[in-house]
């Protein structure tokens, strides 16, 4: 009787394993989004404005150009690059003092760092470090709060142009990175940090922090690819948002009457992710699409 009893629970305790069982990235799902990125890589001439840009009556137009650079080969974002090696915040340069605070910032930084690392750009790299020890590390005119590029940015910097093949800044390269556990818009530049840095040393840095960011928004695949490509190895819900016809349609880019959001990986789910009344029929870069998907198949095709 015991040893049944012992066989019985075996049984149960398989079985509820087999329930758990966690799905899997399946070859339909890589399927989809190839057919999908190449519609939308298709698509997107049709929300670009000069020089390829993206957004680029807004004046973030640089970071979001930057990223989906690396995925769109029309996009020319030295165009917001002035002949003194300082960066604007988008080719017409002009946001600064009537549309924003400063000319520049460490956010659109990141999104150019993104753009010249995977594009191999070793000389605008140098250009940055140039620029940035001529004045200081002040990059630009406006809020300092903004324009002054931090240990953080400047370790960045000095580790991209390092694998490159460039001047080895040694002592920028082994400054520890200092990072907390964000929200919001200010989360999604951590993580995008977090991932160029990793793709220059070979790992993540943080995982506590990549880890904190998925568990609390597991619908961002953003959030999800860093948690799955260095945490779990399992790219299953990197895919779900990705494919979710709500935010990324697939005979369409996506419109303001999908969901508010332009670039949905810098807001958190909530209204921003909802359907907007106003301006349904504008239709979104899906920039946000091509930069995750990118990233997914470039390690898939390893």
């Given at each position: 009787?015991?040893?049944?009893?012992?066989?019985?629970?075996?049984?149960?305790?398989?079985?509820?394993?087999?329930?758990?069982?966690?799905?899997?990235?399946?070859?339909?799902?890589?399927?989809?989004?190839?057919?999908?990125?190449?519609?939308?890589?298709?698509?997107?001439?049709?929300?670009?404005?000069?020089?390829?840009?993206?957004?680029?009556?807004?004046?973030?137009?640089?970071?979001?150009?930057?990223?989906?650079?690396?995925?769109?080969?029309?996009?020319?974002?030295?165009?917001?690059?002035?002949?003194?090696?300082?960066?604007?915040?988008?080719?017409?340069?002009?946001?600064?003092?009537?549309?924003?605070?400063?000319?520049?910032?460490?956010?659109?930084?990141?999104?150019?760092?993104?753009?010249?690392?995977?594009?191999?750009?070793?000389?605008?790299?140098?250009?940055?470090?140039?620029?940035?020890?001529?004045?200081?590390?002040k990059m630009g005119e406006g809020a300092i709060s903004r324009v002054f590029f931090t240990p953080n940015m400047i370790s960045?910097?000095?580790?991209?142009?390092?694998?490159?093949?460039?001047?080895?800044?040694?002592?920028?390269?082994?400054?520890?990175?200092?990072?907390?556990?964000?929200?919001?818009?200010?989360?999604?530049?951590?993580?995008?940090?977090?991932?160029?840095?990793?793709?220059?040393?070979?790992?993540?840095?943080?995982?506590?922090?990549?880890?904190?960011?998925?568990?609390?928004?597991?619908?961002?695949?953003?959030?999800?690819?860093?948690?799955?490509?260095?945490?779990?190895?399992?790219?299953?819900?990197?895919?779900?948002?990705?494919?979710?016809?709500?935010?990324?349609?697939?005979?369409?880019?996506?419109?303001?009457?999908?969901?508010?959001?332009?670039?949905?990986?810098?807001?958190?789910?909530?209204?921003?992710?909802?359907?907007?009344?106003?301006?349904?029929?504008?239709?979104?870069?899906?920039?946000?699409?091509?930069?995750?998907?990118?990233?997914?198949?470039?390690?898939?095709?390893?």
């Amino acid at each position: 009787m015991k040893y049944l009893l012992t066989i019985l629970l075996l049984m149960i305790s398989c079985g509820k394993k087999e329930d758990n069982k966690e799905p899997v990235l399946e070859q339909e799902h890589v399927n989809a989004l190839s057919v999908k990125y190449n519609f939308y890589v298709n698509e997107i001439y049709k929300v670009q404005g000069d020089y390829g840009f993206i957004e680029d009556t807004h004046c973030d137009s640089v970071m979001f150009s930057g990223l989906t650079g690396i995925a769109v080969s029309n996009i020319t974002l030295i165009a917001a690059r002035n002949e003194n090696g300082q960066w604007f915040r988008r080719p017409s340069m002009d946001c600064y003092p009537e549309n924003s605070q400063s000319t520049i910032s460490r956010d659109m930084f990141i999104g150019i760092m993104w753009y010249l690392w995977k594009n191999k750009d070793l000389n605008s790299l140098e250009r940055i470090w140039e620029y940035g020890e001529n004045t200081n590390w002040k990059m630009g005119e406006g809020a300092i709060s903004r324009v002054f590029f931090t240990p953080n940015m400047i370790s960045t910097l000095a580790i991209l142009i390092d694998k490159l093949g460039g001047y080895n800044h040694s002592l920028s390269i082994n400054t520890p990175l200092a990072m907390g556990k964000q929200e919001g818009f200010q989360a999604h530049l951590d993580v995008l940090l977090l991932l160029l840095r990793a793709e220059a040393l070979g790992y993540i840095e943080k995982p506590n922090v990549v880890d904190y960011q998925y568990q609390r928004n597991p619908q961002n695949s953003l959030f999800a690819y860093a948690y799955n490509k260095y945490i779990s190895g399992n790219h299953y819900t990197t895919v779900l948002t990705l494919l979710n016809e709500q935010y990324f349609p697939s005979n369409r880019l996506p419109t303001r009457g999908d969901r508010k959001a332009p670039w949905l990986w810098e807001r958190d789910v909530g209204a921003d992710w909802a359907p907007s009344d106003e301006n349904p029929t504008k239709s979104h870069s899906g920039g946000d699409f091509l930069f995750v998907t990118k990233l997914l198949f470039d390690d898939l095709n390893k």
